[in-house]
Structures are given as C-alpha cells and as structure tokens.
C-alpha cells in the first residue's frame, strides 16, 4: 500500500530551487515568443470575449450595464492568461467564477481545459487538477440553482463537466502526449544519424589510412629507385646532352610523383587536402604544368580566356587536377599527338578543357583509376565533369566549377546508410491513447445517458381535457384519482419559477400535455389543496 501512495503521489519540486527555475523556464519561453503565438493569443481572447461576455451568444440571456461587462471581460481576460503560468490554477478559478453565476462562460472554460490538459504534464497533477475541478463544479452548481435536483439534476451537472472540462482536458493532454512523443523520435532519429555518420567516418578512415600504407611502403619505394637510378646516369660521362637532358626530365618527373604520392598520402590520411598541396597546385600552376608537358616533348598549346575571379581552395586545386590528368592521358594514350588545355572564366562558373587530336598509332584503351579519381574530386568541388571521344577521333575532358565553395556532397551518407526510422515500442507506442479512450468513453457515456433517458415513457401529464374537468371545490380524493400517476418528466423541481403556494395548502406539480417549446420554458400544472378540497389550480411557466 505504501508503494502505491508514493506512485499517486506527485514528485514535490525543491522549495529553495523551484523559484529560480519557475523563473528561467518562463524567461526562456518569454524568449520564444513569435508573432504568430501573438496573434494565435488575440484571437482566442477575442472568440472567449464574442461568446461569453459581449454579444454572449453562449452565455444565454444574462445582461449587465457597460461597465460590468467591461470589468467581467478583463476579468476573464487576466483569468485566461493566467494560464500560461498557472494553468490549473486558472481552470479552477474559471471553473468557480462561471459556474456559480449566471453569466456563463462556457468557451473560456473550454479552452482553460484544453490548455491545462496541454500543459500539465504528470499524470498525477493532471488527475488532481480534474478531480478538483468537479468537486468545485459541484459547489458552483448547487449555488447557482439551476432548478435542476433529484437524479436528472445530477446527471445534467456530470453531463456539462464531462463536455466542458473534463472532455478538453483529455483531447489537450494527448496532443501533449503525441507532440512529446513526435518530438522524442525526432530526437533519437537524429542521434542515430549522427552515430551512423561517426561510424562510417571511423571506417572511412581506417580504410584511407591502409590504403596510404600499401602506397607509402610498395610505390614510395619504387618511385625512389627510379630517382636513384635517375640521379646515376646523370652522372655518367658517357651521355650526351640531349639524353643527359631527358635523363634529368625522368629525375624531375619522378621527384615530383614523389612529392604528390606524399601529398595523396597525406589526403587519405587526413581525409582533406594538404594546405601546402591546395596553394602550390592552383589553376595559376597550370602554366607551369604545361611547361613541363612540353620540356618533355609533348606538343600542347594553353588557351586562357575571360576574366580571372577568386576561386576557393578545393576548386582552384581541383581545375590545375584536371589539366594534369588530361596531360597524363593524352600523354599515355596519345603519343605524339597535340594538346591543347583551356582555362575560361565564364560568367558564372569556370571551364577546364584538355583535348588531344587522334593518335598516329592506336594503343589499347588502359583501364586505370585515374578518370575515376578525377570524377570525384569534382564531385566534392561541386562542379561537373564531362568525358569521351570527339567526333573528329580525339579526346575530351571538360569540367565545369563553380565560384563558390559548396558544401561537399560526399560528406552526407547515401541513402543506403539512412537508418530506418525508429518505430515505437512498449508504452511509447501508446503514448496518449490512454486519454483520447478516456475522452471517447466520456462521450459514449454522455450520449448513452441521454438516449436512454429519452426513450423512457413519460406518463405523469396532465391533459388540457383533465384540467378543464377539475374545479374548485372538489374533494382531494376525487381529483387525485383524476390526475395520472407513473414516470416523470426529467426537469427537476418543476415548482421552481411557481408563486408562492397559499398558507395552509398543499399543492401537487403536474406537466401540461401541450407544450409551446419556442417560449422557451415548460408549461406546469399546479393544483392546492386545504383540508381535503380543491382550492387553487393554476399554472406557471418554467423556464428551461
């Protein structure tokens, strides 16, 4: 049992701490703030003002001078808003002020409960506030006398606290319910995503750091020999000047493969560009690149045209990559054949072209890596790349860059590495159907009640023929065997609204058969008896 009263009961906040945090937590909402939740605020005020106070269309036919509804607005106004601190207190206080007078005000009760449900997150402060709020109900309802009593009466004042608050309540806190529970797998999507991209970046790496392993430790090797070797026969006497010449070409060649295989290496290791290889290797070195091209005897031709813009890192590097790669092909592919290399500066994005004339002798087609490579570094540049054969029997490679650095679109995971998103389980799948059954079940229990007591026979009515036989005078006995006895109407005291009965009489209420419902009120039979005869029959309206 001790369990059981701790699980009821709400967690107490710390007393010293909860001031300060009331504080911080409303500033940070205070923060929040936007002009829709503004205009969101006024037009509720407006629709509870329209309905309830000033042209009272659901507060009924209760009318006060300018003044009173003026203060009973802003009184409503302040109870309204109220609630974005204290929202059960502002449904209990809304539940009393309308509730025990005759001013209504069914709308702002409504929206109150809809806002406290919302608002009130443990279960435990929610289940308080509802019970609080009928008890209070109840009160309001035997003060303000609606001339409903006996078990009708009882059923009508459920029948309006389950429709007015406690039916708001329940459809605000599963909204509540659904947004936190929407909200926290929005959350936890975002955190797999975020370890999924982690994890795919660890394995990346790793993969990137044994692969500039196999490269440092087989093809450095290599390359160093041939330096070696080249720096040899540089020295040797016999040579002539021109292979003396080429001989230090295949030096040069091979120190600066070097140099660029410590450069990859050092991409693959780091998964970004060097900085000292981004600045040395611009679209400004092609001059440079083409030089060489031509020192070792390729014939190539370096056509620059438009105005030169500012080009970020990546982009530069990624244009002085394609001249060197298209060189490298035309080179291996075409020997012999001429090159030419354009460098343009288009309007809105910069043009890199190398295309070589048809070889004089056909070489089988090589299937290396290095268009590949090539097509992914533009890629990540953001631009677009363009390879084939030309009609004429050359070859092209053509990209297009663009002047702003873009965010690298290899960084995101494909959609093969989206996780799926997470599916409920366990009480978050049910997270608010607690309630909105709750409120279904209040509504079937509202309409349930009333259909059945529809369908009850009414039979205890008074006919316009019975009434006219009856007279003053006539014995008790006689005209009590007249009247019919049986079911009820359910209206409650059907005295209420009656003249004061005459001294010394007792009197016995009938409904009349015929009523006029557009008057608004029931029509009731009354007839008085003293000392055994008939004394008063009249009748009274009473108002619905």
């Known amino acids: 049992m001790t369990s059981v009263v701790q699980r009821l009961r709400p967690a107490l906040p710390d007393l010293r701490a909860a001031p300060a945090a009331f504080l911080r937590a409303h500033a940070e909402r205070?923060?929040?703030?936007?002009?829709?939740?503004?205009?969101?605020?006024?037009?509720?005020?407006?629709?509870?003002?329209?309905?309830?106070?000033?042209?009272?269309?659901?507060?009924?036919?209760?009318?006060?001078?300018?003044?009173?509804?003026?203060?009973?607005?802003?009184?409503?106004?302040?109870?309204?808003?109220?609630?974005?601190?204290?929202?059960?207190?502002?449904?209990?206080?809304?539940?009393?002020v309308v509730f025990s007078s005759e001013h209504g005000g069914i709308a702002l009760v409504v929206m109150l409960s809809y806002a406290a449900?919302?608002?009130?997150?443990?279960?435990?402060?929610?289940?308080?506030?509802?019970?609080?709020?009928?008890?209070?109900?109840?009160?309001?309802?035997?003060?303000?006398?609606?001339?409903?009593?006996?078990?009708?009466?009882?059923?009508?004042?459920?029948?309006?606290?389950?429709?007015?608050?406690?039916?708001?309540?329940?459809?605000?806190?599963?909204?509540?319910?659904?947004?936190?529970?929407?909200?926290?797998?929005?959350?936890?999507?975002?955190?797999?995503?975020?370890?999924r991209r982690m994890v795919s970046r660890q394995v990346r790496l790793r993969e990137r750091n044994r692969i500039a392993q196999d490269m440092?430790?087989?093809?450095?090797?290599?390359?160093?020999?041939?330096?070696?070797?080249?720096?040899?026969?540089?020295?040797?006497?016999?040579?002539?000047?021109?292979?003396?010449?080429?001989?230090?070409?295949?030096?040069?060649?091979?120190?600066?493969?070097?140099?660029?295989?410590?450069?990859?290496?050092?991409?693959?290791?780091?998964?970004?560009?060097?900085?000292?290889?981004?600045?040395?290797?611009?679209?400004?070195?092609?001059?440079?690149?083409?030089?060489?091209?031509?020192?070792?005897?390729?014939?190539?031709?370096?056509?620059?045209?438009?105005?030169?813009?500012?080009?970020?890192?990546?982009?530069?590097?990624?244009?002085y990559r394609i001249a060197q790669e298209g060189l490298t092909n035309a080179n291996k592919h075409a020997p012999g054949a001429s090159v030419q290399v354009t460098v343009k500066y288009e309007p809105d994005a910069l043009v890199v072209e190398v295309r070589n004339n048809p070889p004089r002798?056909?070489?089988?087609?090589?299937?290396?890596?290095?268009?590949?490579?090539?097509?992914?570094?533009?890629?990540?540049?953001?631009?677009?790349?363009?390879?084939?054969?030309?009609?004429?029997g050359g070859f092209r490679i053509a990209a297009v860059l663009p002047y702003e650095d873009t965010a690298a679109a290899g960084d995101e995971p494909s959609d093969e590495e989206q996780p799926e998103p997470a599916k409920p389980t366990g009480i978050r799948k049910w997270a608010g159907v607690g309630s909105i059954v709750l409120a279904g079940i209040v509504v079937l229990v509202v309409v349930g009640g009333y259909t059945w007591i529809g369908s009850q026979p009414v039979t205890k009515v008074v006919s316009e023929e019975l009434y006219d036989s009856v007279s003053v005078g006539q014995s008790e006995a006689e005209v009590m065997a007249k009247l019919p006895g049986g079911a009820e109407p359910p209206l409650g005291d059907l005295n209420s609204d009656a003249e004061p009965e005459p001294a010394g009489t007792r009197c016995e209420y009938r409904v009349a058969d015929v009523q006029t419902y557009s008057s608004r009120a029931t029509k009731i039979v009354r007839f008085c008896f003293a000392d055994g005869t008939l004394v008063e029959k009249n009748t009274h309206l009473q108002e619905l």
């Open 30 to 96: 205070l923060g929040q703030v936007t002009p829709w939740r503004v205009g969101r605020e006024v037009l509720a005020v407006v629709v509870f003002l329209g309905l309830d106070v000033f042209p009272g269309w659901v507060s009924g036919d209760w009318r006060a001078s300018g003044w009173a509804m003026i203060a009973l607005g802003a009184g409503y106004v302040v109870i309204y808003l109220s609630r974005l601190l204290f929202p059960a207190l502002a449904l209990l206080a809304a539940t009393w």
């Open 117 to 195: 449900g919302y608002r009130i997150a443990p279960w435990q402060r929610s289940l308080l506030t509802a019970v609080l709020a009928l008890a209070l109900h109840m009160f309001a309802w035997g003060v303000s006398a609606p001339g409903l009593s006996g078990p009708f009466g009882q059923w009508v004042m459920l029948t309006v606290y389950c429709m007015v608050v406690a039916l708001p309540f329940l459809v605000g806190r599963y909204v509540a319910q659904r947004n936190a529970l929407v909200a926290a797998l929005q959350e936890r999507e975002e955190r797999v995503v975020r370890e």
């Open 216 to 319: 440092h430790d087989s093809l450095g090797h290599r390359l160093s020999l041939i330096s070696v070797h080249a720096g040899a026969l540089t020295m040797d006497t016999g040579l002539g000047e021109r292979q003396r010449e080429a001989v230090q070409v295949l030096r040069s060649a091979a120190l600066t493969a070097m140099e660029e295989l410590r450069g990859v290496i050092g991409v693959l290791r780091r998964d970004e560009e060097p900085d000292e290889d981004q600045v040395r290797r611009t679209v400004d070195a092609i001059d440079e690149l083409v030089d060489g091209a031509r020192r070792a005897g390729v014939r190539v031709s370096l056509v620059r045209g438009g105005q030169p813009v500012p080009l970020p890192a990546k982009v530069s590097h990624a244009a």
């Open 361 to 392: 002798t056909r070489l089988p087609s090589g299937g290396g890596f290095g268009l590949i490579g090539l097509g992914e570094r533009v890629r990540l540049a953001g631009g677009m790349l363009h390879v084939g054969e030309l009609p004429a």
